[in-house]
């Protein structure tokens, strides 16, 4: 049996860089190498792809705070407009390697922002996971949540913020000792009056809990919100549930379906990017959440609801707030959640019955389906 040439695209200029390894790293090593044969290309904090095997694609790859991209691979680029979809390696003498599809296991800006998903469908590539709109969408968490809200989906109150609203530089005014301007004591009193206290405050388009801060204070406020900027020029101010926190993960393109549903348990204040990644006693996972089965059928339900309102394919984990008055709320998409060894995407499914190896499968499949089914449309008009 011909073995299906699957290029698995990590890394990225993203500040979920070494998210992205990690997560690459597993899927990588859970391919089936029976069935699919595998072309590693890793893409590096300047934007450079650069083809690798798995045998050293990674220097300290054991160690969550050091891992890192092995940069002297051989560069290449994406050649499209060929049936063959010829990845072209640099140098002298050119040499060309057929692909047939593409599992993006890349995280945050630059990845499952629909940028290289645009990238691949230009290429006319088979991918995993959501295609350009429904990836936009997922990671712009303002839109995301308008669009929810559009849907009569509940969300948590939010507040959005650009970076022309607020003064971000330490200037002192002569009304103030303070190093903070009146411009933003008016956003914080606002805040303070429409969402209460304390907020979560959070980049509009990036994951993974990075640059996410909890802000009780105005002095925690006012770092807090220069926090997010460093990341993006949009942030989202949120007001705090008290809740518990529960993920259920989505597989599917027309006929998407749930998993059994996960509670996350932090150990820390929340669920911060050293709890998901770096600290593995950062937050206990239980899987199945203990919920009733009523519980499971609404947050699932809801789940779908959500994946099918914001354009998803292929997968996703959606994140959900329950109350103790039993109402849920979304809090977010991951249209590419992450495949570590302590993600809550693929152990959901571990838990529902489908293994890792079984499901990344899945997603292959999904991803030719779905190519399959837009090669059939026309994309020219003969005018008779």
Same mark, same amino acid.
């Given at each position: 049996?011909?073995?299906?040439? @699957?290029?698995?695209? =990590? ?16 899927? *990588? ?11 590693? *290309? ?15 694609? #990674? ?27 010829? #990845? *072209? ?35 006319? #590539?088979?991918? @995993? ?34 970076r022309n609203d607020v003064i971000l530089n330490e200037v002192k005014d002569i009304y103030s000792s303070e190093p903070e301007a009146h411009q933003n004591d008016k956003l914080f009193d606002m805040v303070k009056n429409q969402l209460g206290l304390p907020v979560f405050i959070k980049p509009a388009n990036l994951g993974s809990s990075v640059g996410v801060s909890k802000a009780s204070s105005k002095k925690d406020f006012n770092k807090a919100i220069k926090k997010a900027f460093l990341y993006d020029n949009k942030i989202l101010i949120e007001e705090a549930i008290k809740a518990r926190e529960i993920e259920v993960s989505v ?52 789940? *779908?609801?959500? =994946? ?67 090669? %059939?449309?026309?994309?020219? =008009?003969?005018? %008779?």
């Open positions: 049996m011909k073995k299906l040439k @699957v290029a698995v695209i =990590f890394g990225g200029r993203s500040a979920e860089h070494e998210v992205s390894l990690q997560s690459a790293k597993n899927i *990588i090593s859970t391919l089936d190498k029976e069935k699919y044969q595998p072309i590693l *290309i890793g893409i590096d904090k300047q934007g450079r792809w650069l083809k690798t095997d798995s045998a050293n694609f #990674l220097l300290n790859e054991t160690n969550p705070k050091l891992i890192s991209l092995n940069a002297s691979s051989k560069e290449v680029a994406l050649l499209s407009g060929h049936q063959n979809h010829q #990845l *072209i390696e640099s140098g002298k003498n050119l040499q060309a390697q057929s692909i047939d599809v593409v599992f993006v296991s890349l995280h945050g800006p630059f990845g499952e922002d629909g940028t290289i998903q645009g990238l691949l469908k230009l290429a006319n #590539l088979p991918f @995993v996971g959501a295609s350009v709109l429904g990836s936009a969408i997922g990671m712009d968490k303002d839109v995301m949540k308008r669009l929810l809200k559009a849907a009569d989906i509940p969300v948590a109150k939010f507040i959005v913020v650009h597989l599917g393109n027309e006929k998407p379906i749930a998993s059994v549903a996960g509670e996350i348990i932090p150990s820390h204040e929340f669920y911060s990017y050293e709890a998901k990644y770096i600290d593995e006693l950062g937050a206990k996972l239980e899987i199945p959440a203990k919920i009733s089965s009523q519980t499971l059928k609404r947050v699932q339900n809801l789940a *779908i609801k959500t =994946f099918q309102a914001l354009c998803c394919e292929g997968m996703a984990r959606v994140d959900c707030f329950l109350k103790e008055n039993g109402q849920v709320l979304i809090n977010e998409i991951n249209t590419i959640p992450g495949f570590t060894k302590i993600s809550m995407y693929p152990k959901l499914w571990e838990a529902s019955g489908i293994s890792y190896s079984e499901l990344i499968d899945r997603l292959i499949q999904l991803a030719l389906e779905r190519h399959q089914r837009d090669q %059939k449309l026309k994309t020219s =008009f003969e005018v %008779k």
